[in-house]
């Protein structure tokens, strides 16, 4: 169980990086050229989601690289970053695998009661 968080985590963490790299150029866009906003609408909370987009994959991939050795503290990290990428970039056709991933993850980590075997 453990191994599997490890690889689930790793794969959502580095999906997540994706989907914040794109989100944090969005929102960068729209700060060096404004009148975008007009056309494409905007963001709601820009903060949040440059915030998010480097702080969610870093959780998984921290909670991804600790499955192994400490799974409680690892399930919780990769529970957070599926959260955070849920409320602040929303299910869609980018999002739901690196969420699915790491809640995935999450679960898989905080259920693992003994190491597993070698």
């Known amino acids: 169980m453990r191994n599997a968080a490890l690889t689930l985590g790793l794969i959502g963490g580095l999906w997540g990086m994706l989907v914040g790299f794109f989100s944090f150029g969005y929102t960068d ?45 690892a399930g919780v990290l990769l529970l957070i970053s599926s959260a955070g990428m849920f409320f602040t970039f929303g299910f869609g056709v980018f999002t739901m695998f690196p969420i699915a991933m790491c809640a995935v993850a999450g679960a898989l980590a905080l259920a693992a009661r003994k190491p597993d075997p070698h």
Do not use: C, H, K
Not at 35 to 63: H, K, Y
């Open 29 to 73: 866009l729209l700060i060096r050229y404004p009148e975008l906003e007009d056309f494409t609408g905007g963001v709601a909370n820009m903060g949040l989601i440059r915030i998010m987009s480097l702080l969610a994959p870093i959780l998984a991939i921290a909670g991804a690289a600790m499955a192994r050795s400490a799974n409680l503290a």
